[in-house]
């Protein structure tokens, strides 16, 4: 009998999801909104992020974040959502188109892809890639947040949410970079419990 390896990092975002499945929506955003600075003088811009969260439904176990890299000489910031999921197929779904809630084509770059199976068997699959958002989008986000819609080659599409916090969270340290001082975090609001 063959045993099935299940990869590391299937297991981590699979203990992950279901650590925050009894957690209100509240506090997920709150964890999700908590923005840590990565200040690395061998690259050419400051990177802000947001606190990974994992979420599983019938599609796999998704991860996601935003992030903002900041230019140290110009201030121009680019805004990537970064997103892995993990499922398990009889093949891979290669996500390579992104659209905002207008239809309107957003960049989608492939950071990485793995898994391999035979024809007809299902193997665990991993993708991550990184949808490059522009930032007038994100300061025009509505109450409810900003939506991205991933397409797959072959295999469902996943609507990705971000919550209005996580983005004035993230705008907030942008804004104070290219201020030279230190945000303020957004206020925290409450809501309904999800799990």
């Known amino acids: 009998m ?7 990092g299937l297991l981590l975002l699979a203990v992950l999801a279901l650590a925050t499945g009894c957690t209100t ?3 997920q955003i709150e964890k ?18 947001s606190t990974e969260v994992a979420s599983v439904n019938v599609l796999g ?13 110009t201030g121009a910031a680019t805004m990537l959502l970064q997103f892995q999921i993990q499922y398990k197929d009889t093949h ?15 960049p989608l770059t492939s950071v990485q892809r793995q898994g391999q ?4 068997n299902e193997c665990p699959y991993l993708e ?11 300061r025009a986000a509505a109450a409810e947040g900003y939506r991205v819609k991933v397409f797959a080659r072959n295999g469902p599409e996943i609507l990705i949410g971000i919550p209005k916090m996580v983005i004035s969270n993230l705008l907030a340290q942008v804004d104070a970079d290219r201020a030279g001082r230190t945000p303020a975090p957004a ?7 999800s799990g």
Not at 128 to 134: A, G, K, S
């Open 2 to 8: 063959r045993r099935f390896k299940v990869p590391r």
């Open 25 to 27: 929506t509240a506090e």
């Open 32 to 49: 999700q909104s908590q923005i840590r600075t990565i200040d690395d003088r061998f690259k050419p811009y400051r990177e802000y992020a």
């Open 61 to 73: 176990v998704g991860a996601k974040n935003l992030v903002a890299r900041v230019d140290r000489k």
């Open 92 to 106: 891979r779904r290669l996500y390579e188109t992104a659209r905002n809630d207008r239809a309107e084509l957003l």
């Open 117 to 120: 199976c035979r024809f007809g």
């Open 128 to 138: 991550l890639f990184t949808v490059q958002i522009p930032e007038a989008d994100l």
């Open 187 to 193: 206020p925290v609001t409450t809501a309904r419990k």
